[in-house]
């Protein structure tokens, strides 16, 4: 019998127990994840009674204001041609808009608009 016919009947043990080992460890990394995780929520607060619960107010739902409002102008630069940075801007939603006397909606008509602001009929 030759050498390489008693390597192949018993294998070196590393083979066999180094990826044991290894799936050893991580089943033990799951396990431990599994039981910090429990141990965590359970020192979580429980859900809210339902007294806790928000509630409608006296006079009922709030609603949905529809108006017009006036546009906010673009400030101009003395000479026209310089940007303006965000903070010579207005504040937008910071600062009260004024509203319209015209209290009417905006309506397409055919040839005022189209996709994408062009206000064409499309592609021909």
Same mark, same amino acid.
């Given at each position: 019998?030759n050498?390489?016919?008693?390597t192949?009947?018993?294998?070196d043990?590393?083979?066999?127990v180094? *990826?044991?080992?290894?799936?050893?460890v991580?089943a033990?990394?799951?396990?431990?994840?599994v039981?910090? %995780?429990?141990?965590l929520? @359970?020192?979580?607060p429980?859900p809210?009674d339902p007294?806790?619960?928000p509630?409608l107010?006296?006079d009922g739902?709030v609603r949905?204001i529809?108006e017009m409002?006036?546009p906010?102008e673009? *400030?101009?630069?003395q000479n026209?041609?310089?940007?303006?940075?965000p903070h010579e801007?207005?504040g937008? %939603?910071t600062?009260?808009? @004024?509203r319209?006397?015209?209290q009417?909606?905006?309506r397409w008509?055919r040839?005022?608009?189209?996709?994408?602001?062009?206000?064409?009929?499309?592609?021909?």
């Amino acid at each position: 019998m030759n050498a390489l016919g008693s390597t192949y009947a018993f294998p070196d043990p590393s083979t066999s127990v180094v *990826p044991f080992v290894g799936g050893l460890v991580i089943a033990v990394a799951l396990i431990w994840a599994v039981w910090l %995780g429990i141990r965590l929520r @359970r020192r979580e607060p429980g859900p809210p009674d339902p007294a806790d619960q928000p509630k409608l107010p006296a006079d009922g739902p709030v609603r949905e204001i529809r108006e017009m409002r006036e546009p906010d102008e673009m *400030p101009r630069t003395q000479n026209g041609s310089d940007r303006l940075t965000p903070h010579e801007l207005h504040g937008q %939603g910071t600062m009260p808009s @004024r509203r319209s006397k015209d209290q009417t909606r905006r309506r397409w008509s055919r040839g005022n608009s189209g996709s994408f602001g062009s206000g064409g009929p499309g592609s021909t």
